[in-house]
């Protein structure tokens, strides 16, 4: 059983950057795919980014060429680079990991885009 804790949400400016963290209290290493969902209220669910096993990548069209998103098996944590943010970021982020039997999901952390 693997418990996961976000970090590095909070307010910026548009066009400014944050770095997102999920810390997992055990080995990510058997996860097929590991993700980056998030939610806004009024706005359904989006996934923005995964990355499996093997390092493929893939981004919603909303945040290609802004974001990035990377994984750390030995600190079993995964990063989301945010970069050029918009108000339209604007959401709560969860972490995501994912094994054909079985998908954990952090509380998620809240990132705020505004003027």
């Known amino acids: 059983q693997v418990q996961l804790v976000e970090s590095g949400g909070g307010s910026v400016q548009p066009g400014g950057s944050l770095r997102l963290s999920c810390a997992a209290s055990?080995?990510?290493?058997?996860?097929?795919?590991l993700g980056w969902y998030r939610q806004d209220p009024g706005k359904q669910r989006e996934l923005v980014a995964t990355i499996t096993s093997g390092g493929s990548t893939s981004y919603a069209n909303s945040v290609k060429g802004r974001f990035t998103i990377s994984r750390d098996s030995a600190k079993n944590s995964v990063y989301l680079q945010m970069n050029s943010l918009k108000a339209e970021d604007t959401a709560v982020y969860y972490c995501?990991?994912?094994?054909?039997?079985?998908?954990?999901w952090g509380k998620g952390t809240q990132v705020t885009v505004s003027s």
């Open positions: 055990g080995s990510i290493s058997s996860f097929n795919v």
């Open positions: 995501t990991l994912r094994s054909y039997n079985m998908e954990y």
